[in-house]
């Protein structure tokens, strides 16, 4: 009982300060059971080793910006179609820096840093990302470090077509692939979106995978860095991560909206309404009246099996643009990674972008540069202590759950421990009385019977002894002492046994005070007495 009253107080607690906690954005982070482990046991090293991440394997593009220039990169002058002059030039400003908080000596990365601008940046790959019997990886690292209030952190794998010029990068230069974090009015989203060229028209579209299942809002308003990861494998599936933790996943031709292979058959575009069609869904027949058994309670509307719809409505025809791809991995190769980018939040940071063909190559990339990030802030983060206080800011209400919860425990278990402390004190006083008031003197008052049963044996006058033996007859009938006791009875001569062995000295006034508190008695003391009188 004391545990699950001391649980119930630390349930409330954390509920209260978690409920505080994910509104201000601060979550334990969670690891992939896979992945490597860094254990800081919360305390900063005294002296971080930080190396640039060098990349391993087959890797068609990795950036750290470690070197402090944008080396490869190009910053675009296009602007942008069908708004206003002053608002559709690409005039963002790009920083390389260190992490406002948490940095790392040594570790830097891209910070777009104006709001209510447009931003675009791209850079070339080391070669062409080609969809064949590979699979693709791309990850890279998001840190919103002073929040988001709208705009987006995706990037987009631009398509190796002739025309693409890094100088023009816009919104709407092709591209294959859209992936990363973004956030609209109170929507806060993870994109994959591919383009999907139709193979008989030539015409792209988009296809969006399902939305992850989980709350993305932490990963927004924490300001940690987070890694995002894209998994497509060549058989069809794909795979979603934040932080190395599966996110989304699914299959190419059943989880994206809208589906990949068109219908077969669609509507009819030459079909037309007949002249005496009415457009009024419903047409009430003023002739209709209610059955006698008619039940309110059926059903408003029941289905009729047997209603069949009139030749030539509605009218289908077979899809002229049917196709059906069975493989939709095998998309358009691309070589540049750009991103094209609107915010109304500054400083969004980005870091250790990387793309491959092994999952292996992609981790331990992560491994030798984010995984320093999240041990730096894990040291950093503050104790349970600060946390409280921090909550509690701005939220006076938050004192009365502390206090609550404080003093719940010490409550419950003052009500569960001292009753018992009290009932024990209790049950030991009333032994100590039953002790004082049983009397302690019966075992020498029998040996005094047998004693004066033994004189009166001796020969004595006639009369006397017709008087005696009328007397002792008379004092047996009085007595009435059994042949045999009852366990009751044989408890409390053993006790009273007990208890003469440690007072053997008691007086004849006590023995009589212990006769008078035992009340009727039993029946050897009533003869003791009686005889003691007649001597007198």
Same mark, same amino acid.
């Given at each position: ?81 069908? @708004?206003?002059?002053? @608002?559709?030039?690409? /005039?963002?400003? %790009? ?50 470090? /002073? ?12 398509? *190796? ?5 890094? =100088?023009?990068f816009y919104d709407k230069t092709s591209y294959t692939i859209m992936f990363g974090p973004d956030k609209c009015g109170e929507e806060y989203k993870l994109h994959f979106i591919f383009r999907h060229k139709h193979p008989i028209t030539g015409v792209y579209e988009e296809k969006h995978a399902k939305p992850p299942d989980v709350d993305l809002k932490t990963f927004f308003t924490d300001r940690k860095t987070h890694l995002y990861t894209l998994v497509m494998n060549p058989d069809d ?5 934040? *932080?190395? @933790? ?7 031709? #059943? ?11 669609? #509507? ?23 059955? =006698? *058994? ?7 509307? @029941? ?14 025809i077979p899809n002229p643009d049917y196709f059906e791809d069975d493989h939709p991995f095998l998309l358009t190769s691309f070589r540049a990674l750009g991103l094209e980018l609107w915010s109304m939040t500054s400083n969004i940071y980005f870091d250790n972008f990387i793309i491959c063909s092994e999952k292996e190559v992609a981790d331990r990339w992560a491994a030798d540069g984010w995984r320093w990030k999240i041990m730096v802030a894990s040291a950093n983060e503050p104790g349970v ?11 006076? %209400? ?13 409550? $419950? ?56 033996? /009328?007397?002792?007859? $008379? &004092?047996?009938? =009085?007595?009435?002492?059994?042949? &045999?006791? !009852? ?20 007086? &004849? ?7 008078? !508190? ?17 001597? /007198?």
């Amino acid at each position: 009982m004391h545990f699950q009253g001391f649980s119930l107080c630390l349930g409330l607690l954390f509920i209260s300060i978690n409920a505080e906690f994910v509104d201000d954005g601060v979550e334990m982070e969670d690891f992939d059971e896979n992945s490597e482990e860094i254990d800081v046991n919360g305390e900063l090293p005294s002296e971080i080793k930080y190396t640039t991440p060098k990349p391993i394997g087959e890797v068609y593009f990795a950036e750290t910006f470690d070197s402090g220039r944008l080396a490869g990169w190009v910053l675009s002058k296009a602007k942008k179609d069908d @708004i206003d002059v002053e @608002i559709s030039i690409y /005039d963002g400003r %790009w920083e390389i820096e260190e992490l406002k908080e948490n940095r790392i000596p040594g570790d830097r990365g891209l910070v777009l840093k104006s709001r209510a601008k447009h931003h675009a940046i791209s850079a070339v790959l080391a070669k062409p990302f080609i969809f064949a019997d590979k699979p693709l990886i791309v990850q890279y690292e998001v840190n919103f470090q /002073d929040g988001i209030d709208c705009g987006g952190a995706y990037i987009k794998l631009l398509a *190796d077509t002739d025309d693409l010029i890094l =100088e023009n990068f816009y919104d709407k230069t092709s591209y294959t692939i859209m992936f990363g974090p973004d956030k609209c009015g109170e929507e806060y989203k993870l994109h994959f979106i591919f383009r999907h060229k139709h193979p008989i028209t030539g015409v792209y579209e988009e296809k969006h995978a399902k939305p992850p299942d989980v709350d993305l809002k932490t990963f927004f308003t924490d300001r940690k860095t987070h890694l995002y990861t894209l998994v497509m494998n060549p058989d069809d599936t794909f795979e979603v991560l934040i *932080d190395q @933790i599966v996110v989304n996943k699914g299959n190419l031709l #059943d989880d994206v909206v809208p589906p990949i292979n068109p219908p077969k058959e669609i #509507d009819d575009p030459d079909d037309r309404k007949p002249d005496e069609w009415d457009e009024r869904a419903k047409i009430p027949d003023s002739s209709a009246v209610k059955p =006698e *058994d008619w039940d309110e309670n059926e059903p408003a509307k @029941i289905e009729d099996l047997s209603v069949v719809k009139p030749d030539g409505c509605p009218r289908k025809i077979p899809n002229p643009d049917y196709f059906e791809d069975d493989h939709p991995f095998l998309l358009t190769s691309f070589r540049a990674l750009g991103l094209e980018l609107w915010s109304m939040t500054s400083n969004i940071y980005f870091d250790n972008f990387i793309i491959c063909s092994e999952k292996e190559v992609a981790d331990r990339w992560a491994a030798d540069g984010w995984r320093w990030k999240i041990m730096v802030a894990s040291a950093n983060e503050p104790g349970v202590f600060k946390q409280l206080m921090a909550a509690a800011q701005g939220r006076p %209400w938050l004192w009365l759950v502390y206090l609550v919860t404080a003093g719940l425990p010490i409550a $419950l278990i003052t009500s569960f421990c001292w009753p018992r402390k009290v009932k024990k004190k209790y049950e030991d006083t009333e032994y100590k009385k039953t002790d004082i008031c049983k009397p302690q003197t019966k075992g020498p008052l029998e040996l005094e019977v047998k004693e004066e049963k033994a004189a009166l044996e001796k020969p004595v006058d006639t009369e006397e002894e017709k008087k005696q033996s /009328d007397g002792e007859i $008379l &004092e047996k009938e =009085e007595e009435g002492e059994p042949e &045999e006791k !009852s366990e009751e009875e044989i408890e409390i001569i053993q006790g009273q046994e007990e208890g003469n062995k440690s007072n053997k000295s008691g007086s &004849e006034d006590e023995m009589k005070e212990a006769d008078e !508190s035992t009340g009727s008695g039993d029946g050897p003391v009533k003869s003791v007495r009686k005889r003691r009188v007649r001597k /007198d």
